[in-house]
């Protein structure tokens, strides 16, 4: 079964600072991978998401993850946040070929930043 | 907006109650998937429903269960409550029932049980 490691429970930016947050999961096989936001009082969002190909993925909002296969690793990453980037993020992953229910989700990273 | 609609957005009860968290999915979709989340333990996947069929099930309780009714709007039933079961509750629904690799989720139902 696949499992998802998310190291950094909270982190905590200024405004204009570059960030980076830790996904890893555990499964030999090919995978989907996803990103999810969630802002304060509102629904978890989708922000980007890999199934093949160009392993840097760009989302929405100025995000982007890059998959590294050797590293089970697919890091969030975004140059500059803002403060209305404060919100929860999740990484999530599931088998090639299956469906949403399958979905596994890592127990999320709390972002603040300040301004 | 998801097009998600879940109520009520907060709900308190007592150890021992019973309560049910209501889901409309986006119009058109026929799945709905029924989320758990707590603090230790993340977002965990209770149960799908397709078309007013269980479709996949994870990890709930006996003391959980859940139902799609014609509308396909869902409910989910909490049962003897514990203070454990305080909790985020999010639904999310999909257009079909297999290998939908996206939804669109709820805003959740905080139910506080004291």
């Known amino acids: 079964a696949q499992s998802v490691s998310q190291h950094n429970h909270h982190v905590i930016l200024s405004e204009a600072a570059s960030l980076e947050l830790g996904c890893n999961y555990s499964?030999?096989?090919?995978?989907?991978l996803f990103w999810y936001v969630q802002y304060p009082g509102q629904h978890l969002q989708l922000l980007l998401k890999?199934?093949?190909?160009?392993?840097l993925v760009k989302g929405i909002k100025g995000f982007e993850a890059e998959f590294i296969k050797s590293k089970f690793s697919f890091n969030l990453r975004k140059p500059s946040v803002q403060w209305s980037d404060t919100a929860e993020y999740f990484c999530?992953?599931?088998?090639?070929?299956?469906?949403?229910?399958?979905?596994?989700f890592g127990t999320g990273t709390r972002l603040l930043v300040s301004p | 907006d998801s097009g998600v609609t879940q109520t009520p957005k907060h709900l308190i009860t007592a150890t021992g109650q019973r309560v049910t968290l209501r889901c409309s999915p986006r119009?058109?979709?026929?799945?709905v998937y029924w989320y758990q989340q707590s603090l230790d333990q993340g977002l965990q996947f209770l149960i799908q429903?397709?078309?007013?069929?269980?479709?996949a099930k994870g990890n709930i309780l006996e003391r959980f269960s859940a139902q799609q009714f014609p509308d396909l709007h869902s409910e989910l039933n909490l049962s003897s409550l514990e203070l454990g079961d305080s909790a985020l509750y999010f639904c999310?629904?999909?257009?079909?029932?297999?290998?939908?690799?996206?939804?669109?989720f709820g805003q959740g139902t905080r139910l506080t049980v004291v």
């Open positions: 499964y030999g096989g090919t995978v989907n």
């Open positions: 890999y199934f093949s190909g160009d392993p």
């Open positions: 119009s058109g979709d026929l799945s």
């Open positions: 999530a992953v599931n088998a090639r070929n299956t469906g949403f229910q399958k979905l596994v």
């Open positions: 999310a629904s999909s257009v079909g029932g297999g290998k939908d690799t996206e939804a669109f």
């Open positions: 429903y397709y078309n007013g069929e269980e479709r």
